[in-house]
């Protein structure tokens, strides 16, 4: 079996995900395993590979390697990683006001700029915390982060308004409460409970439940992000079945909308961080 | 030691509240339990009153007994409780449009409607639903949820902005968090990232953090229920702490609050019900 040149790994709030690279950048075998913080990194990737040799370098992003550059600036290259044993950890970026941090999405950023080299314009990473990212000339202008994810996930897992985490996107009640959140913001706990009394009361079905949850929370987020989306086309930087929401909700804005495949995204990044050619 | 006339029950989201109450309705003892549904209910009384006698009527309210009479209507007497065992089960109420219930509740609110005979306005019932309630003419005419406290809750248990549920209500950055929500209401997913990240990136401390989101939260409240407030007084019927935020945040918009007990208020409507007072 051909040994790998080095190791990308992103260390994301729901799992850590690890690649064996090729001298090529090829990927030769990957793994996703449960998030761990950087002290758990090295037993992490022995757990997944216990034969990697010693001196393999690994590449991390997400980690929480301090100090985090401030915006506007590039994204962070392997030079400004902190060696921990054969660990290079690429720190996130820090925002002074608003106070906010990226973190393994800086270099799912890095990655998008990499293959996108004169990208001007705004890129959306739907996620636990989902992130609007400014950038001009090569540059990290400024960013914002929303609770979305988390948020549509806690109201999952406490059962709050009926549906559980693997119900699947239902487009039109979940474009419908996008609407509605956008035009009335602040009915947001009171749409909530109106979603858990329908579950109750004429038996709502998990799918559109948990679609107008989140489609309540997408509308907040566009309603409160506008000034990054309106007038201009968004990339959206999204894992798979992430997209599709952002993706219906902007377009029935008018926004265009270009989807780059996240997971693709943070690999690229690290390898343009690794090869010296971050932005 | 004086027997119990009967017994008064209150079935709460968070808990199971018993009263021995005397022939004067003076209260002789009380309990709180876990909470429990219907079929627990029997149970739960034995293991706080192991030596009540069989006969001791217990007259409970929120443990959803169907059917829910529709609003407008007056507060459920005793005559529309369901009997189960040695239990009279008052019923909730239902509203068609939005759909809705009220639960434990619309006992409370027959408690206050008991003592304040005369009462024409709103009544707020926070909690982890919170309850906007118009009566007038002695009926419940409608009412809207909000799922407030239970977000409140939910925010705190996930450790999602760095705060755990027992943070006391900080006034100053709670009262500054509802003005900011009621301004710009669709930045509630973005002002909660905000605060993690003040929490993370500036030690900001548990009590102001928790402070913060309530305020957001009860901000979104009254800006959606202000068709309920707006040139009104306002009767807050709310558990001890759970009255002060609200209050500050109402008189902050300039509303006149009266503050009435809610532990009381669902005695006194269960007082009423089984007296045949009610309404």
């Known amino acids: 079996m ?12 729901t799992q850590l995900r690890l690649w064996q690279m090729a001298a090529d950048d090829g990927v030769l075998d990957q793994a ?26 690994v590449v991390v992003s997400g980690a929480g390697a301090l100090p985090y550059p401030a915006v506007p600036c590039k994204p962070a290259g392997i ?18 006001k608003p106070a906010d941090t990226l973190e393994h999405e800086a270099t799912r950023v890095a990655g998008f700029l990499a293959i996108n080299p004169g990208f001007d314009g705004v890129i959306c990473l739907p996620g636990a915390q989902s992130r609007w990212v400014h950038v001009s000339a090569g540059e990290i202008v400024s960013f914002r982060s929303f609770l979305t994810g988390r948020l549509h996930a806690l109201l999952a897992d406490a059962s709050l308004v009926g549906f559980d985490s693997n119900a699947p996107w239902d487009e039109a009640p979940g474009l419908e409460a ?17 979603i858990a009394a329908e579950v109750r009361l004429r038996g709502l079905a998990a799918g559109p439940a948990s679609a107008r949850a989140l489609g309540l929370l997408i509308g907040l987020e566009l309603a409160a992000a506008k000034p990054y989306w ?4 968004v990339a959206l930087v999204a894992d798979g079945a ?23 995204m943070a690999r690229e990044g690290l390898r343009a961080a690794y090869r010296g050619g971050a932005a």
Chains 1, 2 share one sequence.
């Open 79 to 96: 030079a400004q990683a902190t060696e921990q044993g054969r660990m290079r950890l690429l720190p996130g970026l820090a925002q002074e």
């Open 178 to 194: 996008v609407d509605q959140a956008m035009g009335r913001p602040a009915n947001f706990a009171g749409d909530l409970a109106a």
């Open 32 to 57: 996703s395993l449960p998030p761990v913080d950087a002290a758990g990194l090295a037993q992490a990737v022995a757990s997944a590979w216990p034969d990697l040799p010693d001196a393999t370098p």
């Open 242 to 264: 992430e997209a599709q929401p952002y993706r219906a909700a902007l377009e029935a804005q008018a926004v265009p909308v270009v989807v780059a495949d996240g997971i693709r």
């Open 2 to 13: 051909t040994q790998p040149d080095w190791i990308a790994a992103e260390c994301g709030p």
């Open 230 to 233: 309106l007038g201009q086309s």
